[in-house]
């Protein structure tokens, strides 16, 4: 009885001297990494930041209306479209109305028949002398070199003029480009049956030909003269856009049953493009996180809104992931839209009668054209 303790004893050691295995680990969670092809981007596409759906409907939906622009804005958006114009008597000021086509001051251009332009940056154009107007004191000039980007000012109509209301006055006084003043519209006077707008802002030599605007950005009239002499100060005036209208030619004419029509047609149509710019550019710049995540072309983009390709179903190929799937849906959304929203601002502005060219150059200011689109 004592062997079989013992033996159970030594049994018992054995077991006991012997290692447990080792305890269990739970072993750490999965890391999901990105393929260097793919960088990281949104779970989803932000469907908010395209417009809804196209139609009528959904463009007055996200088109704000005309607004007023701050002085800054103004003065941003318009010195690309004024000029210093020299002659071999002096300088004055002009501005362009169309891509080819610049308006200034007839004492300006002095009998001159070609004149050159000049503007920040280098650039300079020889131009001739299309129309001259000394009666108004107006003359219409004429690129040789036609830039079909060219920044345009849009022209207002002598129902936009309202005594007391701010307005800007650019052009190259005493040939310093680019110089800025700014006033009121003091009165609205008439000289030798010419309808002048009366301001306190500041005309100087060079100021000639240059345009006075409101605070929508719109031409109210060419900066012509002011009165110099003891105890007057403050008296500017300007000839009414109506007459440079006139003398422009079609497209720009005033005639009493379509000029109004017209004018709220370019207006709408300037606006509402602006708006779907802002629109795109919001799309521009997931495009570019896109191309860089999920395209398969590495090569920089050749041009800005590339997607706009998209809208007639074109994909470029993509990364096979599902977030980059999606964004391809996401971008052929939104190029389809804003085709369809230019088509149908392009019907309302042609039943207004604004011209073809003039939409396109509209669009083009604001990086809304592409070549492949007929509108």
């Given at each position: 009885m004592a062997g079989v303790i013992v033996a159970l004893a030594g049994v018992a050691a054995v077991s006991f001297l012997t290692p447990s295995p080792p305890p269990r680990r739970t072993p750490p969670p999965a890391v999901v990494t990105v393929p260097a092809s793919e960088a990281p981007l949104p779970p989803s596409p932000p469907h908010d930041d395209v417009i809804a759906a196209a139609g009528a409907e959904s463009v007055r939906a996200v088109l704000e209306p005309m607004k007023l622009l701050s002085?800054?804005?103004i003065v941003t958006k318009s010195l690309p479209s004024v000029v210093t114009v020299e002659t071999d008597d002096g300088i004055g000021s002009g501005?362009?109305?169309a891509p080819g086509t610049v308006v200034t001051n007839s004492h300006v251009?002095?009998?001159s028949s070609t004149v050159t332009l000049r503007r920040s940056g280098g650039y300079m154009r020889a131009a001739?002398?299309?129309?001259?107007?000394?009666?108004?004191?107006?003359?219409?000039?004429k690129?040789?070199?036609?830039?079909?980007?060219?920044?345009?000012?849009p022209l207002g109509s002598p129902s936009d003029v309202h005594v007391g209301a701010e307005v800007v006055a650019i052009g190259s006084p005493l040939g310093l480009a680019n110089s800025v003043t700014r006033g009121v519209v003091s009165g609205l006077r008439e000289r030798n049956g010419i309808s002048l707008i009366q301001t306190d802002a500041a005309i100087n030599p060079g100021n000639s030909g240059g345009p006075l605007l409101d605070r929508y950005g719109r031409v109210l009239g060419v900066n012509t003269m002011k009165l110099v002499a003891r105890g007057i100060d403050g008296m500017a005036f300007a000839?009414?856009?109506?007459?440079?209208?006139?003398?422009?030619?079609?497209?720009?004419a005033p005639n009493p049953n379509t000029t109004a029509r017209y004018e709220d047609g370019v207006r709408d149509y300037t606006e509402k493009v602006r708006v779907l710019a802002q629109q795109a550019d919001k799309v521009e710049a997931n495009w570019k996180q896109f191309r860089t995540s999920c395209g398969g072309d590495s090569a920089p983009a050749q041009t800005d809104r590339e997607w706009f390709a998209f809208w007639n179903g074109a994909v470029p190929p993509s990364h096979p992931s599902a977030s980059c799937r999606s964004w391809s849906d996401y971008f052929k959304t939104a190029a389809v839209e804003m085709h369809d929203a230019l088509v149908k601002l392009g019907t309302a502005a042609r039943e207004a009668g604004v011209s073809t060219d003039r939409m396109r150059t509209i669009r083009r200011r604001y990086n809304m054209e592409?070549?492949?689109w007929e509108l």
């Amino acid at each position: 009885m004592a062997g079989v303790i013992v033996a159970l004893a030594g049994v018992a050691a054995v077991s006991f001297l012997t290692p447990s295995p080792p305890p269990r680990r739970t072993p750490p969670p999965a890391v999901v990494t990105v393929p260097a092809s793919e960088a990281p981007l949104p779970p989803s596409p932000p469907h908010d930041d395209v417009i809804a759906a196209a139609g009528a409907e959904s463009v007055r939906a996200v088109l704000e209306p005309m607004k007023l622009l701050s002085i800054e804005e103004i003065v941003t958006k318009s010195l690309p479209s004024v000029v210093t114009v020299e002659t071999d008597d002096g300088i004055g000021s002009g501005f362009f109305v169309a891509p080819g086509t610049v308006v200034t001051n007839s004492h300006v251009v002095r009998g001159s028949s070609t004149v050159t332009l000049r503007r920040s940056g280098g650039y300079m154009r020889a131009a001739r002398v299309e129309a001259n107007s000394p009666e108004i004191d107006l003359a219409i000039l004429k690129v040789d070199i036609v830039d079909l980007d060219q920044p345009v000012l849009p022209l207002g109509s002598p129902s936009d003029v309202h005594v007391g209301a701010e307005v800007v006055a650019i052009g190259s006084p005493l040939g310093l480009a680019n110089s800025v003043t700014r006033g009121v519209v003091s009165g609205l006077r008439e000289r030798n049956g010419i309808s002048l707008i009366q301001t306190d802002a500041a005309i100087n030599p060079g100021n000639s030909g240059g345009p006075l605007l409101d605070r929508y950005g719109r031409v109210l009239g060419v900066n012509t003269m002011k009165l110099v002499a003891r105890g007057i100060d403050g008296m500017a005036f300007a000839v009414s856009i109506h007459y440079a209208r006139a003398l422009i030619g079609p497209g720009f004419a005033p005639n009493p049953n379509t000029t109004a029509r017209y004018e709220d047609g370019v207006r709408d149509y300037t606006e509402k493009v602006r708006v779907l710019a802002q629109q795109a550019d919001k799309v521009e710049a997931n495009w570019k996180q896109f191309r860089t995540s999920c395209g398969g072309d590495s090569a920089p983009a050749q041009t800005d809104r590339e997607w706009f390709a998209f809208w007639n179903g074109a994909v470029p190929p993509s990364h096979p992931s599902a977030s980059c799937r999606s964004w391809s849906d996401y971008f052929k959304t939104a190029a389809v839209e804003m085709h369809d929203a230019l088509v149908k601002l392009g019907t309302a502005a042609r039943e207004a009668g604004v011209s073809t060219d003039r939409m396109r150059t509209i669009r083009r200011r604001y990086n809304m054209e592409w070549s492949a689109w007929e509108l």
